[in-house]
């Protein structure tokens, strides 16, 4: 059945739910109301007062249009004890003619006060002098503004899920099988929608809301259930080197926080077991997961399995292979650098070390997937910034070895109430600690006004061997001239300064340009380096210690925070100025960023203000943004979830084959546009 065929609907109003995004039936159960009024109290008006919800009955005393600059139609309804005036800003002409003295109405809305009170636009339902009110839970609906156009208003829309709920064998698609639910104890999707669009009590709406939320969130714990299971066993413990990494570790030039302990003896717990290991690394930045991560290759490499670290930029990848390669060699181990700027022949070389076992290890970028590259014994995948990659891309890696342990590593921190869903095939493993020495970085919000006093401050710090990343969003001007580019500062800067030492990157570049300008910076000859978000990772520079972030209001949270993770790296007092008007509306967010360093707060912040499609400030899939579940508001119910979804696996044999391939295709399911609607 389609819109045409609903009583009502003609060609106008067809094209008007067309525009809101309303297509078919299913789009128009799925518009669920966004709260409900409770009509079974009647209020008095002389009781009511400002901000109160209120259900009014009364006649009509006075009515009519008061013209001034701008016209408004007012009327006045008064019960026993009181009078309340009804005021309509838009359409005066059109009241004027539904409302008259001496009509009976009920009047629902929120009270104002404005030279006494008043219901502004409020909901009317005419009655006779005899009638009674009889009330109920009734629902609210968002209206479009091209839906009242046409007149679809709150009214249209309820008698519109009253007819539609009497239709036979109304459904939806993908809906969680009905035997599922059944074993369960919920109700089908299309009962708890229609508690929803007609509820008997609040009870029964609030019901209905719950049981959405857990099928709509089940097939994503499901997944993940699965694949834990998944996980296969070697039939043996495996051997790992530890005298190899205790050497290291004494080795190092500091010694590890405890976090970094905690974290190592977790990992190697896992590298030894019977069992596939399969971890996420969670380090706040600046934590010091990338030592966690060499010193378990070399228990690894040194049984002569290999190991793959793969990171998302060329920079990353250099400068975990700068850090890693000394203690590489000390141990007698190869380790090898493959990306994209590997030259023909030198990649050639690298590939048939790798498959003849030559080459212990290997640190490179998407290059490492490739069909052409080929491991000996590959026993260890470790995947630096994880959300940065696809599923696909990390599953055709693990595929060049049989079954190797994984360890993801994310320094972007993310709330428990996704990494439980999204993660939940992987063993969670925390680093919170900072290494000691580090002073916290002191972030200040900085207005236009104030900006030649910072670069004064900025000057004057670069004469002490201090640097500074300057951070544009955009590298060309955009066609209003409202955002700065990297090539607007620059001048900028040049002219205020002709005696700095300034320079540009971007993701635009020549690689080799641009690593030398990094280069150029790490080694104390450029005062300045004005950049996109292209330092946000790999990039370290223990003399940086000062940071200006133009327009940070476009970027999301954990992204400012990844971005400020890049200054505070030595033991120097660090600072993060964030150029914003005051009076712009995101300026209470960025508050709340400059007032803490805890990532997982950060996180927090982050999916409470932006969402979960957001987090990571890189556009994730629609799969991550739920119509009913909430992130924060229903944490409470992930551990519930993934419960069920450990019980349903466990108790398959209670169903016959047909129902569970049903309920199997139900959330294996992919979203479409999503490699797999997790990550």
Request: aromatic share 8%; with cysteine.
């Amino acid at each position: 059945m389609d819109l045409a065929q609903i009583p009502g609907l003609g060609p106008k109003r067809i094209q008007k739910l067309n525009q809101a995004g309303f297509f078919s039936i299913q789009d128009l159960l799925y518009h669920i109301p966004r709260t409900w009024l409770d009509q079974t109290k009647i209020h008095s008006i002389k009781e009511l007062k400002a901000q109160d919800k209120a259900i009014v009955i009364g006649h009509i005393v006075r009515a009519g249009i008061i013209r001034r600059r701008s016209s408004f139609f007012q009327a006045v309804l008064a019960d026993d004890s009181g009078q309340i005036s009804l005021m309509f800003f838009k359409n005066p002409s059109y009241w004027s003619q539904k409302i008259k003295p001496g009509m009976r109405f009920v009047a629902i809305g929120t009270v104002s006060e404005y030279r006494g009170l008043q219901l502004v636009h409020p909901e009317l339902q005419p009655m006779e002098d005899d009638a009674d009110f009889k009330g109920g839970i009734v629902p609210v609906y968002s209206i479009p503004e091209v839906c009242r156009e046409a007149r679809m208003e709150q009214r249209f829309f309820i008698k519109l899920y009253k007819y539609l709920f009497t239709l036979p064998h109304l459904s939806v698609s993908k809906a969680c099988p009905d035997e599922l639910c059944t074993f369960l104890g919920l109700v089908p999707t299309i009962e708890n929608l229609k508690r929803l669009h007609q509820p008997k009590s609040f009870g029964e709406a609030m019901q209905g809301r719950r049981q959405l939320k857990i099928l709509e969130l089940l097939p994503f714990c499901l997944r993940m259930a699965s694949r834990r299971r998944h996980l296969t066993l070697r039939g043996s413990e495996r051997a790992i080197d530890q005298g190899l990494v205790m050497a290291a570790e004494a080795s190092l030039p500091y010694e590890l926080t405890n976090d970094q302990k905690k974290a190592l003896a977790q990992i190697l717990e896992g590298l030894h077991g019977k069992r596939q290991f399969h971890a996420l690394l969670q380090g706040d930045v600046g934590s010091g997961k990338t030592v966690v991560a060499l010193l378990a290759m070399l228990s690894v490499c040194g049984v002569q399995e290999q190991c793959a670290l793969m990171v998302p930029t060329d920079i990353l990848a250099r400068q975990h292979y700068t850090f890693l390669k000394p203690y590489f060699e000390k141990a007698g181990l190869r380790l090898s650098l493959l990306v994209g700027a590997t030259s023909a022949a030198e990649r050639k070389t690298i590939l048939g070390e790798l498959q003849m076992g030559l080459s212990h290890a290997v640190v490179g970028t998407h290059a490492l997937f490739s069909k052409d590259v080929f491991f000996n014994k590959l026993g260890f995948v470790i995947i630096d910034e994880q959300h940065r990659f696809g599923v696909n891309q990390r599953e055709a890696l693990l595929a060049k070895g049989n079954y190797p342990d994984l360890l993801v590593m994310s320094a972007t921190p993310i709330p428990r109430s996704l990494a439980m869903t999204f993660y939940g095939d992987l063993q969670t493993i925390l680093i919170k600690e900072k290494p000691p020495g580090r002073k916290p970085v002191k972030t200040r919000l900085i207005t236009p006004e104030k900006r030649d006093d910072m670069k004064n401050f900025i000057f004057q710090e670069t004469l002490k061997g201090n640097h500074c990343y300057w951070v544009v969003n955009r590298v060309e001007n955009d066609e209003e001239g409202k955002s700065l580019s990297v090539h607007n500062v620059f001048e900028e800067l040049r002219s205020w300064n002709k005696d700095w030492k300034i320079e540009v990157i971007h993701g635009q570049m020549d690689e080799d340009h641009r690593n030398q300008i990094l280069k150029d910076f790490n080694a104390g000859l450029i005062h300045v380096l004005i950049a996109t978000t292209v330092i946000e990772v790999g990039v370290n520079v223990p003399s940086a210690n000062l940071m200006v972030i133009d327009h940070p209001e476009r970027l999301g949270l954990s992204q400012l925070h990844q971005l400020r993770g890049r200054v505070g790296r030595g033991g120097d007092q660090a600072w993060c100025f964030l150029m914003c008007d005051s009076n712009n509306p995101a300026i209470e967010r960025l508050n709340g960023f400059a007032s803490t360093e805890d990532g997982f707060e950060i996180a927090e912040m982050d999916l409470r203000d932006r969402g979960a499609g957001n987090l990571e400030g890189n556009e994730q899939s629609g799969s991550w943004l739920f119509r009913f579940f909430d992130w924060i508001e229903d944490q409470n119910l992930i551990q519930k979830i993934l419960e069920w979804a450990e019980q349903i696996l466990d108790n398959q044999n209670q169903f016959d084959k047909v129902v569970i391939e049903k309920i199997q295709q139900w959330y294996s399911e992919l979203p479409q546009g999503n490699e797999d609607g997790i990550h």
